[in-house]
Structures are given as structure tokens and as C-alpha cells.
């Protein structure tokens, strides 16, 4: 069976980038296509992240794109359920879901729910939703990953809107105490949630000393630049350890990336999209450089 991005040295840098820069573009092309099919939904997101989940994907995560319970495979977790129109389109890019399904996205019948659950969703580990979840599964995950003896890594996906809730820092403390270094959080610091923007519902700052006092290797990139979370996402696997600290990355996207009419839309949560601004959607992709 093909095995993705499996334990290895790293290819040429900018032969990486690239090929994670075009998965990138592809993805944002799945989230538009999805998204048109529903006629709203969390594209803005979506569009934000799609760097950072083509870089799991594309460059990080040892996968089997054939047999997503193979045991030895690295756990990717998404905490926040909403941004599943995202996975889906890194799950087609890594070959895990047909790309010809993506058009059923929310429909009756459809594997493909609006909000992530894993027991619709071949590749989806965990069904996300309420908000502080997913670092609390992705910690006894990586405990028991570590009790099998297995080298598997545990990713998970986190919103800046997590880092309200008290279960995430409870994780965050308990991830350090038991020292998984074999665990990674990846944060999406889009600075907006769904009551307003970020630092007015729930001030987050300074989120790097607070991760670093939690006892975590941390860093903070621009979270739609691909050399940079490339560099982020090596140094977090090169300190990896099965007794080592957790990582996390926290990253700076802007939402409706690659999109300029989605980019400066003021109601960017859930986005409700005319059906006529679907295609210019796509031409402004399609014209751009992300």
C-alpha cells in the first residue's frame, strides 16, 4: 500500500513549497466548489487555512491514502467541526476522498456533512463541534499512542476562539506534564469568532508566552505563508520526542485568503455568498497568487 510522507529527510525546500503551494490553490478551488453548493457556509475560513492544511497534508502527515485505519498512521484531529468544508478538501487532495464527491457536500446522503463527523467521513478521526474538545481527545490520544509503543504522531486543529475555553488549557497543562512530544497543536489566529472579533469576546494575548508557560515548544508564524510554516512545522517535528514537549504552532491567517471579495467582507464567520459572486469568486483565484 502507498504510504504518504513517510518518516524521511526533507526534499529540496523549494521543490516542497511549491507542491504545497498548488495543493493549496487546489484546495481553495474544492472549498469555493463546496461552498456554492449550500450557498453559504464557513468559506472563509476555509479559504484561510488552506495553507496550513496543505502543509499537513501535502508535506507532514504519514498517511495510507487506502486504509485510513492503518494503526501506524499519524492522527490529524479537527477540533473545531466547522471548518470540516477544509478537511474535505485536503482529504480529496490527499486522495483519502474522491474530488468528484466534494459536490455532495452537505447534502442528504452525503458523507460530507456542513459540520464535521467522523463517522460519516473516511479520514475524519474525530467528530468536532463544541469548542475545547479536540486538544482534550488529541492528549489521550498521544497517551495511548505512547503506551502501544507506536511512533505515530497526533496533530489537531484548533480555532483562536479555543483558547476561551478552560478545557484547552487544562490539556495544554496536562499535554506538558506528561511531556508528549509526539503531539502538535496547530492554531488558526484568524482574530475573528462567531460573537465578534477575537480580542472583544475574550482577549487571547500574549498567546505565545501563555503556551510557552503552559511548557510547550511554541511558535508563531504567518499562517498563509508556505515557507514559513514549512520551517515551523520541520523544527516542531525535529524536537519531537516520545518523552519531549508538545508543539504548537500558532498561525496568522486571513480569512478568505486568495479571495479578495471574500477578504474584505465584514460578515466573515458564516459567509451567505450571492449565487452570482460564486464565479468571480473563482476568477479572482484563478487571477491571484495564493
Same mark, same amino acid.
Given at each position: 500500500?502507498?504510504?504518504?510522507?513517510?518518516?524521511?529527510?526533507p526534499?529540496?525546500?523549494?521543490?516542497?513549497?511549491?507542491?504545497?503551494?498548488?495543493a493549496?490553490?487546489?484546495m481553495?478551488?474544492?472549498?469555493?466548489?463546496m461552498?456554492?453548493?449550500?450557498?453559504? &457556509?464557513?468559506?472563509?475560513?476555509?479559504?484561510?487555512?488552506?495553507?496550513?492544511?496543505? +502543509? #499537513?497534508?501535502?508535506d507532514? *502527515?504519514? @498517511? $495510507?491514502p487506502?486504509?485510513?485505519?492503518?494503526?501506524?498512521?499519524?492522527?490529524?484531529?479537527?477540533?473545531t467541526?466547522?471548518?470540516a468544508?477544509?478537511?474535505y478538501a485536503a482529504?480529496?487532495?490527499?486522495?483519502?476522498?474522491?474530488?468528484e464527491?466534494?459536490?455532495?457536500?452537505?447534502?442528504?446522503?452525503?458523507?460530507?456533512?456542513?459540520?464535521?463527523?467522523?463517522?460519516?467521513?473516511? &479520514?475524519?478521526e474525530?467528530?468536532?463541534?463544541?469548542?475545547?474538545?479536540?486538544l482534550t +481527545? #488529541?492528549?489521550?490520544?498521544? *497517551?495511548? @499512542? $505512547?503506551?502501544?509503543?507506536?511512533d505515530?504522531?497526533?496533530?489537531?486543529?484548533?480555532?483562536?476562539?479555543?483558547l476561551?475555553e478552560?478545557?484547552t488549557?487544562?490539556?495544554?497543562?496536562?499535554a506538558a506534564h506528561?511531556?508528549?512530544?509526539?503531539l502538535?497543536?496547530?492554531?488558526?489566529m484568524?482574530a475573528?469568532?462567531?460573537?465578534?472579533?477575537?480580542?472583544?469576546v475574550?482577549?487571547?494575548?500574549?498567546?505565545?508566552?501563555?503556551?510557552?508557560?503552559?511548557?510547550?515548544?511554541?511558535?508563531?508564524?504567518?499562517?498563509?505563508?508556505v515557507?514559513?510554516?514549512?520551517?515551523a512545522?520541520?523544527?516542531?517535528?525535529?524536537q519531537?520526542a516520545?518523552?519531549?514537549?508538545?508543539?504548537?504552532?500558532?498561525?496568522?491567517?486571513r480569512i478568505?485568503?486568495?479571495?479578495?471579495?471574500l477578504?474584505?467582507?465584514?460578515k466573515?464567520?458564516?459567509?451567505?455568498?450571492?449565487?452570482?459572486?460564486?464565479?468571480?469568486?473563482?476568477?479572482?483565484?484563478?487571477?491571484?497568487?495564493?
Open positions: 500500500m502507498t504510504v504518504l510522507h513517510e518518516r524521511r529527510p526534499a529540496d525546500p523549494a521543490t516542497r513549497a511549491a507542491a504545497v503551494r498548488a493549496a490553490r487546489r481553495r478551488l474544492h472549498v469555493l466548489n461552498g456554492e453548493v449550500q450557498g453559504q &457556509g464557513y468559506v472563509g475560513q476555509a479559504l484561510g487555512v488552506a495553507d496550513m492544511l496543505a +502543509v #499537513a497534508y501535502v507532514q *502527515l504519514r @498517511l $495510507r487506502d486504509d485510513e485505519h492503518w494503526p501506524e498512521r499519524d492522527r490529524f484531529l479537527l477540533s467541526g466547522h471548518y468544508i477544509a478537511l482529504l480529496a487532495e490527499a486522495g483519502i476522498i474522491p474530488v464527491e466534494l459536490e455532495t457536500y452537505g447534502s442528504d446522503g452525503s458523507r460530507l456533512p456542513m459540520s464535521g463527523m467522523a463517522s460519516y467521513t473516511p &479520514g475524519m474525530i467528530s468536532g463541534g463544541s469548542l475545547g474538545h479536540g +481527545v #488529541a492528549v489521550g490520544m498521544a *497517551l495511548g @499512542l $505512547r503506551h502501544q509503543g507506536s505515530a504522531r497526533v496533530f489537531t486543529f484548533l480555532s483562536d476562539g479555543e476561551d478552560g478545557s488549557w487544562e490539556s495544554a497543562m496536562g506528561h511531556r508528549l512530544g509526539h502538535t497543536a496547530m492554531v488558526d484568524n475573528l469568532q462567531a460573537d465578534g472579533k477575537t480580542d472583544t475574550m482577549r487571547i494575548e500574549p498567546a505565545e508566552e501563555k503556551w510557552a508557560a503552559a511548557g510547550w515548544f511554541t511558535q508563531r508564524v504567518d499562517g498563509n505563508d515557507e514559513a510554516l514549512l520551517a512545522f520541520d523544527a516542531a517535528a525535529e519531537a516520545p518523552t519531549g514537549r508538545p508543539s504548537v504552532v500558532l498561525c496568522d491567517t478568505g485568503r486568495g479571495v479578495p471579495l477578504e474584505t467582507r465584514e466573515a464567520h458564516f459567509m451567505r455568498i450571492d449565487p452570482d459572486e460564486w464565479e468571480l469568486c473563482r476568477r479572482q483565484l484563478a487571477e491571484g497568487d495564493s
